[in-house]
């Protein structure tokens, strides 16, 4: 009599979850996929059975949403609020509405200032003009390069690094090269140890000039969904740290290497 039982129980299961899952929120998209600390700004959430959503669920501290507001049954606004003390990286979250959670999407919030990307930028000779210092968010669409331009002195770092895959949007593999005016590539990367998939172009300038930083799929095979946030500037960014880790609380003498101007030495406190 178990089995006979048991065996309706789970045929009614599997007959209900095509009904539980249909009537579950989607959320597919969360745009821009990242801000600076410290500021407040809206995002775009979109997917489907997003209407009545309540609440945004962060998983870790640091975001706050002021408001949602619905545009329509699959789409939703949110004002946000990252505090100044947020910490960088990654954070997750969902969209809870009347009828249950979303998937689990990720935002990225990072130190500086964000300008979006201004196409036409996929001309080597009218690339978009950009400070040092600066995120920019962009998208790698199919067969696209994007271009930009900064000014920078002999002697100064120059680190591009592209959050791509990262992002969790989409299968994207990016890729960074930092060149010349002569369009010689003076760095380059597809994959980073640092960031796997990700890239990761440092180098100390040679000389003062303009200095052309290109982002693309590395395969030429972009779409709309390789949404990327480029952070260009002269801060160090090391492959890798010994010792991996020390006892909480004590202060540890660190080795950064990997990084263009070499391997360094620093205390830091666990």
């Known amino acids: 009599m178990r089995l006979p039982r048991f065996c309706t129980v789970v ?37 489907a059975r997003l209407g009545d959503a309540q609440e945004i669920l962060w998983y870790q501290p640091g975001i706050e949403t002021l408001g949602i507001t619905t545009v329509d049954d699959n789409t939703i606004t949110a004002t946000i609020r990252i505090a100044p003390d947020a ?57 696209d390069d994007d271009y930009f331009v900064i000014e920078a002195t002999k002697g100064q770092r120059i680190t591009a690094e592209v959050e791509g895959i ?16 002569d369009r010689f590539e003076l760095a380059r990367s597809d994959d980073a140890s640092l960031v796997r998939q990700d890239a990761i172009a440092q180098l100390i300038a040679p000389e003062d000039g303009r200095y052309i930083i290109q982002v693309r799929e590395s395969a030429y095979q972009g779409n709309g969904n390789c949404h990327y946030r480029l952070h260009v500037g002269h801060y160090p960014r090391p492959s890798a740290v010994l010792p991996a880790g ?23 406190t666990l």
């Open 87 to 143: 910490r960088l990286g990654l954070y997750d979250l969902r969209v809870r509405t009347a009828t249950g959670l979303s998937h689990l999407r990720t935002f990225s919030v990072g130190p500086d200032p964000e300008v979006a990307e201004a196409e036409p930028n996929n001309d080597f000779e009218q690339p978009q003009a950009i400070p040092l210092g600066v995120t920019v968010l962009g998208v790698a669409e199919n067969e």
């Open 11 to 47: 045929a009614l299961a599997l007959l209900m979850a095509p009904a539980a899952w249909g009537s579950s929120p989607q959320l597919a998209n969360v745009l821009p996929a990242g801000g600076q600390r410290g500021t407040e700004l809206e995002l775009t959430l979109s997917g």
């Open 166 to 181: 990262r992002l969790g949007k989409t299968l994207f593999d990016p890729y960074v090269a930092i060149l010349n005016t």
């Open 246 to 268: 020390g006892p909480l609380g004590e202060t540890v003498e660190v080795r950064w290497i990997g990084d263009v101007e070499g391997e360094r030495t620093e205390a830091v």
